[in-house]
T-cell receptor
Framework: DAGVTQTPRHEVAEKGQTIILKCEPVSGHNDLFWYRQTKIQGLELLSYFRSKSLMEDGGAFKDRFKAEMLNSSFSTLKIQPTEPKDSAVYLC??????????FGAGTRLSVL | GQQVQQSPASLVLQEGENAELQCNFSTSLNSMQWFYQRPGGSLVSLFYNPSGTKHSGRLTSTTVIKERRSSLHISSSQTTDSGTYLCALGLNTEGADRLTFGKGTQLIIQP
């Protein structure tokens, strides 16, 4: 079985650009999460979907971050417009609703 | 304040030594998980351990709810154990939602 797939692995953007990160969860998993990881803040939850319904929209990240899940096997995270402080690793994870969370390899975003 | 605190922030050991990683939390616990992350890699779940002690090979996780702490013990460390270890506190007894992560312990095992 394939794990969680994230694309691209690396993204470089100019300040003000729009970028879209992609995630394919483990087949059959109903829960999907987007996290941001930085050295200073650690892992922060951006969005959480259960059966394609948005359960958590990340509070402070609502402004320029939008996650969507158009079908059960694909999710996107759009950042618009990007700012240098958005530079981080963006992680997608999925779960079957049990206790184990499966993470993708992440997308490393650099905003210049 | 931060709900989940991990210590130490970094740890350097010689191969063969034992490692003890700590996770302390300031809120009521319903679930506790430990993850491992290799540099540049994804997180891998090591333990789901809301209470008591669990073993997996050279790894042991112990969670003491009333003391609001969880520990991860690595015996006879190997260079391949190097990486970042994160604990995560869950608010629900089932499922992986709303996990709050600590900032991790960076473990370096020298040959």
């Amino acid at each position: 079985d394939a794990g969680v797939t994230q694309t691209p692995r690396h993204e470089v953007a100019e300040k003000g650009q729009t970028i879209i990160l992609k995630c394919e969860p483990v087949s059959g998993h109903n829960d999907l999460f987007w996290y941001r990881q930085t050295k200073i803040q650690g892992l922060e939850l951006l969005s959480y979907f259960r059966s394609k319904s948005l359960m958590e929209d990340g509070g402070a990240f609502k402004d320029r971050f939008k996650a969507e899940m158009l079908n059960s096997s694909f999710s996107t995270l759009k950042i618009q417009p990007t700012e240098p402080k958005d530079s981080a690793v963006y992680l997608c994870a999925s779960s079957s609703g049990q206790n184990t969370l499966y993470f993708g390899a992440g997308t490393r975003l650099s905003v210049l | 304040g931060q709900q989940v605190q991990q210590s130490p922030a970094s740890l350097v050991l010689q191969e063969g030594e034992n490692a003890e990683l700590q996770c302390n939390f300031s809120t009521s616990l319903n679930s506790m998980q430990w993850f491992y992350q290799r540099p540049g890699g994804s997180l891998v779940s090591l333990f789901y351990n809301p209470s008591g002690t669990k073993h997996s090979g050279r790894l042991t996780s112990t969670t003491v709810i009333k003391e609001r702490r969880s520990s991860l013990h690595i015996s006879s460390s190997q260079t391949t154990d190097s990486g970042t270890y994160l604990c995560a506190l869950g608010l629900n007894t089932e499922g992986a939602d709303r996990l709050t992560f600590g900032k991790g312990t960076q473990l370096i095992i020298q040959p």
